[in-house]
């Protein structure tokens, strides 16, 4: 049973960056055929696509977020993360990690609120 858990700050500041970690239990970061990824929910809005890590520590990110956004993992804790720098009230949402095999994110962290505001 895989479980995600996301932690971090749940109030940023405008214009500082945003850092959440994600921490993996019941599986590893380095299973073959996996991906991590981060999602948010702005309130009232649909669900956003951040960026996505693999297995071997490759990254991808949302074109719209991809000036701002660096996800890193750590194979030695087991956990990977996000940094969102620059950020506004717009960046204010719902954050989520979630686990990616075989072209669908099959396990969900609870998501974690986090607002920006001065």
């Known amino acids: 049973q895989v479980q995600l858990q996301e932690s971090g700050p749940g109030l940023v500041k405008p214009s500082q960056t945003l850092s959440l970690t994600c921490s993996i239990s019941?599986?590893?970061?380095?299973?073959?055929?996996?991906?991590w990824s981060w999602i948010r929910q702005p309130p009232g809005k649909g669900l956003e696509s951040m960026g996505i890590i693999y297995n071997n520590g490759d990254p991808y990110y949302s074109p719209s977020l991809e000036s701002r956004i660096s996800v890193s993992m750590d194979t030695s804790k087991n956990q990977f993360s996000v940094q969102l720098t620059s950020v506004t009230p717009e960046d204010t949402a719902v954050y989520y990690c979630a686990r990616w095999r075989n072209w669908y994110a099959d396990y969900w962290g609870q998501g974690t609120q986090v607002t920006v505001s001065s």
């Open positions: 019941g599986g590893s970061i380095t299973t073959s055929g996996t991906a």
